[in-house]
């Protein structure tokens, strides 16, 4: 992305200097003049630096033509002793009673910008510009009478002057006002024999010869680099949508619209979800590929007469105008949702990413477009933290819940140091007979004036922060001192497992703390578990597995998570030292309704068990669900049917009321 800021504030310094024509000596205005542009514009000769005498030849020939009481202006761009790019603009100035001059500043173009520039762009001089100066003179009647060399090349058999002009109308139009006695001065296009260009074109009848002088410079180079530039500023390099400028802008002007006529607008604010890991796993330039598709599938999805904005990162914007009510904004996040969550074929990987989107409504969700765009923000977020790839559409309370969000990132610290995380306990058990087998840790915030928040709120907002570290050591600290206490306190020995974030697992010394938090604790390392995800793997190899090896040398088991939801597949897996796979929630919840998701099931269980590895499926709410698992043959089974997570105190409790297998008899020394 560029950065705007840079264009609405130029670098203060621009390089000036005046050219004395009588004298044909330049003198700098600033150092910065000297240094970038001496070797340019002329010779030295005694500590003073010259024009050639061609130049100023020239110069002098065409101050004599001009009109003096006329201001003239040219513009050109050049290029300086670094190769850096300037635009030049240059005033015919008085500096004696007779002598003229011209006074040069040249200001430096923004560097994407000159890079956009095709090469040949801007090598032109002073004395090329005025080389394209075209001087014209036609009768009054039209007819053509002088032709300067220039005008010559350009421009043949002109038969009247109204014949230069690209567009009829535009020729007619200055015809009229010359003849109305008016000096025109305007950029218009030319029909050259190198095609239609952009010329400034002054012009007016000379009061003494009754002629029509014409004054035509060349800025179609100019008009090019306006306009790239102003792509620049107003369009984002990489998916080429539009940017946060552009959005304003229409904003501004649906927001006119719709308060005169009493009419509605909307805006959808959507976010990837998980962008970021892509991002760290994968690498930018793949991150960059997967944007521009989901920006393309985006851009095809929606209506047209509505517009895609990207705001930056994974961040994009819709504006619809003129809309019937919110449920034509609902029909439209629903097909987003839908469209962008299907994979996306980027370099020989079949990518997975879904979008949260938050909606709001002129009217009735705000009265300005920055309380509607913060609106919108707001529920986003609040569709992320209920479930990914969906929307929702804001209503008040949401605001407060916004701040808070704001405001969590702060509060983790405070967190971490008063300690308000708490572990809670999930039972595992063997499918077959319901026997608990294990445990899952999942933490729990319980904040002081919000009560408990989900790690589902908080997890992203510290691997942001990078809290996720000093969090991510006390999740496994606190989980062996469960084991250690459980034990301790007579209970039979369970094996706990404790979620991994992916920028946890890059920590380097990961490994190292893990093994002296067991010594500390001298907990077994057969009754700690890990659960990794997916997209952990895919990142670099080498490392990753080596990493691996070192944890099941230490004797710790390696589960992975949301099976599914990733990127991989199961022979990718095999790669990797892992003893379990965990079917993702999403595919467990319809299961014996939804036909495709009984086939998933089915043939991830079946290649798992070829693979020798243990599969457990998570979220299991009822027995029709179990009864399918069961059949498939999936060993171990968690979720709501069986217990919630609990905190310690209640899950030692249930402990002493349930059949427990003893885990030894689980855990086998054997790598899978
Ligand atoms: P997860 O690893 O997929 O954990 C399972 C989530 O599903 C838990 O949500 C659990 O409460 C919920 N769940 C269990 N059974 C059922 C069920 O039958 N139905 C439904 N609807 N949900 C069920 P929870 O505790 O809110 O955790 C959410 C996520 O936060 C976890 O997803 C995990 O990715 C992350 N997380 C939790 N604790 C930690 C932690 O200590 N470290 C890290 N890095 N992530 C954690
Ligand atoms: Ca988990
Ligand atoms: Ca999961």
């Known amino acids: ?105 040249a200001s430096p173009c923004p560097p994407h910008m000159a890079q956009q520039l095709p090469r040949t762009y801007a090598h032109s001089s002073l004395s090329e510009r005025l080389n394209s100066i075209v001087l014209m003179t036609f009768t009054g009647s039209g007819q053509q009478h002088f032709f300067s060399q220039k005008a010559c090349a350009l421009f043949t058999n002109v038969g009247h002057v109204k014949e230069l002009f690209a567009v009829a109308s535009a020729a007619n139009h200055f015809w009229t006002r010359l003849q109305s006695g008016t000096v025109v001065d305007q950029e218009i296009r030319l029909a050259t024999v190198e095609g239609i260009r952009w010329f400034r074109v002054e012009a007016q009848r000379n009061q003494q010869t009754g002629m029509i002088d014409i004054y035509a410079q060349d800025i179609q180079e100019l008009r090019d680099y306006e306009v790239a530039l102003y792509r620049l500023q107003n369009y984002d390099e990489l998916t080429d949508l539009p940017n946060r400028h552009l959005l304003y802008q229409q904003l501004e002007r649906a927001h006119k619209m719709a308060t005169q006529r009493q009419r509605r607008y909307g805006i959808l604010y959507l976010d990837l979800d998980g962008f970021k890991v892509v991002n760290d796993t994968f690498g930018h330039r793949l991150g960059d590929q997967l944007l521009q598709e989901v920006a393309n599938r985006i851009k095809a999805t929606i209506p047209s007469r509505s517009c895609l904005y990207r705001l930056g990162g994974d961040e994009f914007v819709v504006v619809l105008e003129h809309v019937q009510g919110v449920d034509e904004l609902e029909r439209i996040a629903h097909s987003i949702n839908a469209a962008a969550a299907t994979p996306y074929p980027v370099s020989d990987l079949e990518m997975m990413i879904t979008t949260s989107i938050g909606i709001a409504c002129y009217p009735e969700h705000g009265d300005g477009i920055d309380a509607l765009l913060k609106n919108a923000d707001a529920a986003m977020y609040r569709s992320k933290s209920i479930t990914h790839n969906g929307f929702h559409v804001y209503h008040k309370q949401l605001t407060d819940r916004y701040s808070a969000y704001m405001t969590l990132g702060g509060g983790l610290r405070r967190a971490i140091e008063e300690g308000q995380f708490e572990l809670y306990f999930q039972p595992k058990l063997r499918a077959s007979d319901e026997v608990i087998v294990g445990a899952e840790a999942l933490i729990r915030w319980q904040h002081p004036e919000w009560g408990c928040i989900s790690p589902d709120q908080f997890i992203p907002i510290a691997e942001e922060s990078g809290l996720i570290l000093p969090l991510g050591e006390w999740v496994i600290r606190q989980a062996c001192q469960q084991i250690k206490q459980w034990r301790e306190q007579g209970l039979p020995a369970l094996a706990i497992s404790v979620n991994l974030s992916g920028r946890q697992f890059m920590q380097p010394d990961l490994v190292e703390m893990v093994r002296k938090i067991l010594q500390e604790t001298g907990v077994d390392p057969r009754y ?66 939804d036909s495709d998701d009984d086939a998933i099931v089915k043939a991830t269980i079946a290649m798992a068990s070829s693979l020798n590895l243990k599969v457990i499926a998570e979220g299991v709410e009822n027995r029709d669900q179990l009864q399918v698992l069961t059949d498939y043959r999936c060993e171990e089974v968690q979720g709501y049917l069986f217990a919630k997570p609990m905190s310690n105190k209640e899950f030692a409790h249930y402990l002493a009321q349930q059949n427990i297998v003893h885990n030894d008899d689980q855990i086998t020394d054997s790598d899978a």
């Open 1 to 105: 992305m560029s950065d705007v800021a840079e264009f609405i504030m130029p670098s203060p310094e621009k390089a000036a200097w005046v050219i004395d024509i009588a004298q044909g000596t330049v003198s700098w205005s600033n150092a910065i003049a000297k240094q970038r542009f001496g070797d340019a514009l002329g010779y030295d000769r005694n500590g003073l630096l010259f024009i050639d005498r061609a130049l100023k030849q020239d110069l002098h020939e065409f101050l004599s033509r001009a009109n003096a009481s006329e201001p003239l202006c040219f513009h050109w761009l050049m290029r300086d002793v670094d190769q850096c790019l300037h635009r030049c603009v240059a005033k015919v100035i008085a500096l004696g009673e007779k002598t003229h001059g011209f006074s040069v500043e």
């Open 528 to 593: 700690l578990e890990l659960e990794l995800t997916e997209s952990m793997l895919m990142s670099d190899a080498d490392e990753t597995i080596e990493k691996l090896h070192d944890f099941r040398k230490m004797g710790l088991t390696l589960s992975i998570d949301d099976f599914g939801t990733g990127y991989s597949s199961l022979a990718y897996l095999k790669k990797f030292p892992i003893q379990a796979l965990k079917i993702d929630r999403s595919f467990i919840q319809d299961l014996s309704r």
